[in-house]
């Protein structure tokens, strides 16, 4: 088996940008009557920039997938507002990777906490994937 992990280090980082558009707003997501970047969009923001940290890393037929968020979201930021998050590689057990995540605005912190990725072959992530949908649309399953 390929060593996955051997180009992975405590303390790798990933950013990822956005400005706020129409798209991320909570009042889309509905997940909140107003016009303010929304906590799904700010956690997926976040996962790109744990992705952006290992992905690359990885050989071509692996790839890493969110198992896990915990998240803070602090402060509203307006539409038109660029926000960056941060994710610092902070454990490797095996194929599960662990990251502390920030995001801010041009006027601070606006979310934080952690998430984990875990390592998994492509083809493998995805036949499992259809054997499930298969399975959900056979009532004996």
């Known amino acids: 088996m390929t060593d996955l992990t ?9 950013r990822s940008e956005m400005v706020v558009s129409p798209e991320h707003l909570a009042s ?9 970047l929304s ?7 976040m996962e790109l920039a744990a992705l952006s940290a290992v992905d690359h890393l990885l050989p071509p037929e692996w790839l890493t997938v ?5 998240i803070e979201h602090l402060a509203a930021t307006s539409p038109g507002q660029p926000v960056t998050a941060e994710a610092t590689l902070t454990a490797v057990d095996g194929r ?21 990725r875990y390592i998994v072959q492509r083809e493998r992530f ?11 649309t056979d009532p004996s399953a």
């Open 66 to 70: 969110g198992t896990h968020v915990d």
């Open 126 to 136: 995805l036949a499992s994937a259809a054997s499930r949908a298969g399975d959900a």
């Open 96 to 116: 599960r990777l662990s990251f502390e995540v920030s995001a801010w605005d041009a006027a601070g912190v606006i979310g934080r906490g952690t998430h984990r």
């Open 6 to 14: 051997s180009h992975l280090r405590v303390g790798l980082q990933g």
């Open 28 to 36: 889309r997501w509905k997940s909140g009557g107003v016009d303010v």
């Open 39 to 45: 906590t799904p969009q700010l956690v997926g923001l």
